[in-house]
């Protein structure tokens, strides 16, 4: 059994910078991708960015030039940091763990229970 626990989102201004974190305990991370979602609500949740086990990373194309994901495999956690926030970032930040870096939500097993992020204009 894995659990995933997100921390660090929070209610911000525009402009600003979060870092979210993402804590595996049980089986870990370990040889597995990581994913990024959010969900806004009334939306789906959407891809925001995925980092492979060997450090591969992918973003979409909303984020890609204001967010960077890392991990530290040595401390089991898988870090999100957002910068130049807006508005439309307001969502539930979900960490997921996957065989491997798809940007569809189905392909990953387990899910943390999210973190919620809100940036005001």
């Known amino acids: 059994q894995v659990q995933l626990e997100e921390s660090g989102g929070g209610l911000v201004q525009a402009g600003d910078s979060l870092r979210l974190s993402c804590a595996a305990s049980g089986r870990s991370f370990s040889g597995y991708a990581t994913g990024w979602f959010r969900q806004a609500p009334g939306k789906e949740r959407e891809f925001v960015a995925g980092i492979t086990w060997s450090g591969n990373t992918y973003y979409a194309d909303s984020v890609k030039d204001r967010c960077t994901i890392s991990r530290d495999n040595a401390k089991n956690t898988v870090y999100l940091q957002m910068n130049s926030l807006k508005p439309e970032d307001t969502a539930v930040y979900y960490c997921?763990?996957?065989?491997?870096?798809?940007?569809?939500?189905?392909?990953?097993?387990?899910w943390g229970r999210g973190t919620e992020v809100t940036v005001s204009s």
């Open positions: 997921s763990r996957g065989r491997i870096l798809k940007t569809i939500p189905n392909n990953y097993d387990y």
